[in-house]
Structures are given as structure tokens and as C-alpha cells.
């Protein structure tokens, strides 16, 4: 196959990636950065990123997965710079892409909860309920084994429902 070729098929696998998971990593990025603006960059670096690592890709891990983890290492590198720290970071959750039906609450009590967790929590929580990823799979995009995951996602479940005790009702 020539190199022509080999191009326009990374273009379309590309078009079908960003089709396909596009709208899930804008979300998940937005809930990282707290910036609905920034999380398009982000987004676009993500892609960017992986249509140039495209060869390199060996499907080791699912397409999801590893966009994932492309995604949260852009979102690192922007949480990183000075200019980043300087900013206002008050999330405006009108400003967020749409949730996934299984993820919408009557208010926003709970996504606030979990944007106020520590990040080695919040990630889990995202990446689990949010994105819903399997736990092998935050643990590869975490760099993190599955006990460790397991253990956080507890320990996040945990201290949200203290902080969200009274909020809902306790039918047990």
C-alpha cells in the first residue's frame, strides 16, 4: 500500500474516531479542565495526537481507552501551565455538552460533589460512571493496577455519599 494510501485510511479511521468517541471526550475533558472552551482544544490535540501515533496504535487496548488516556494526558499537560493556573475555573455546567441520558440528574448537586472530589478520585468516578469505562480499562488509561482503581472508586464512593447524605432519600 503506498503512502497515499496509508494516509487516507488514517484520515477516515480518523473522521470514524472522532465521530465515534468525539462527543465523549469533549465531555470528559470539559469535566477535567472545568472549561467547556478549553476541553475543544484539548479535544483536538487528543486527535491530533492520535492521528499522528495512528501506526504506532497496536490495539492492545480499545480505541476508547486509548483516546482516553491521550485525552487526560492533554488535560494534565493544560492543568500544568502557568497560564492555566491564573485562570478563573468556576465550571459553568449549562456550558457542558450534553450528558449521556443514564447521567442526568434533576440538578447538578451530584456532579458538583464529584467535581469537588480530590482528582485520584474524580478521575475514577468520571471514568467509570461517566465515560463508562470498564475497570481494566481506567486501570490502563490510569497507568494504575485494577485493585488500585477498585480501591479508589470505593473510597470516592464513600466520601460522596457523606457529602451527599440527606440530599437524597435512604430506602434501605
Not at 480499545?62 to 475555573?89: G, M, P, Y
Request: aromatic share 10%; hydrophobic share 40%.
Amino acid at each position: 500500500m503506498g503512502l497515499n494510501a496509508r494516509q487516507t485510511d488514517s484520515r477516515l479511521e480518523l473522521e470514524r474516531l472522532m465521530e465515534q468517541y468525539g462527543s465523549g471526550l469533549l465531555r470528559m475533558c470539559a469535566l477535567y479542565l472545568k472549561d467547556a472552551a478549553l476541553a475543544q482544544d484539548a479535544v483536538q490535540e487528543t486527535f491530533l495526537k492520535a492521528y499522528r501515533h495512528w501506526n504506532d496504535y497496536r490495539g492492545e487496548a480499545a480505541e476508547k481507552t486509548w483516546l482516553t488516556s491521550i485525552a487526560r494526558n492533554v488535560c494534565r499537560d493544560l492543568l500544568r501551565t502557568a497560564w492555566f493556573r491564573h485562570q478563573d475555573r468556576r465550571l459553568d455546567f449549562d456550558a457542558l455538552p450534553e450528558q449521556p441520558s443514564a447521567f442526568v440528574f434533576p440538578d447538578n448537586t451530584i456532579l458538583t460533589e464529584v467535581m469537588r472530589l480530590p482528582v485520584k478520585y474524580r478521575e475514577v468516578v468520571l471514568l467509570r460512571y461517566y465515560e463508562g469505562l470498564k475497570l481494566k480499562e481506567i486501570a490502563s488509561v490510569l497507568q494504575l493496577s485494577e485493585g488500585r482503581v477498585r480501591g479508589r472508586l470505593n473510597q470516592a464512593n464513600k466520601l460522596l455519599k457523606r457529602r451527599l447524605k440527606g440530599w437524597y432519600d435512604e430506602e434501605e
